[in-house]
């Protein structure tokens, strides 16, 4: 499966910002798809996944509250609402499809390119 994940700017703080990452090739509707960010001179850290079927989310505790993910598998597409963001929301946003599992400990093998958020105080 390939992935394209979009949405990413510049926002201030207290903004809100949509990431959309669009999947093409293989069945979407089969893969647990999560999100991820790495911040500049950090480790990726795992920011949200979502169940193939939708059913079940979980996400990360610095973003609970702040952050939604959400699938439509007839679009093929997971969404990242991110809202009430943080100067430390700062980073490059991947999505990611599982082979095996979900959640934090899924096995992640298909990689979108990235987008950027950067939020300014």
């Known amino acids: 499966v390939q992935l394209q994940a979009c949405g990413g700017g510049l926002v201030q703080a207290g903004g809100s910002l949509r990431l959309s990452c669009a999947a093409s090739g293989r069945t979407f509707s089969r893969y647990p798809m999560g999100w991820f960010r790495q911040a500049v001179g950090m480790e990726r850290e795992f920011v949200a996944a979502i169940m193939a079927s939708g059913g079940g989310t979980v996400t990360t505790d610095s973003v609970k509250g702040r952050f939604t993910i959400s699938r439509d598998n007839d679009k093929s597409t997971v969404y990242l609402q991110m809202n009430s963001l943080k100067p430390e929301d700062t980073a490059v946003y991947y999505c990611?499809?599982?082979?095996?599992?979900?959640?934090?400990?899924?096995?992640?093998?298909?990689w979108g390119q990235g987008t950027q958020v950067t939020v300014s105080s």
């Open positions: 990611a499809a599982s082979s095996q599992g979900w959640g934090r400990l899924g096995r992640y093998e298909y």
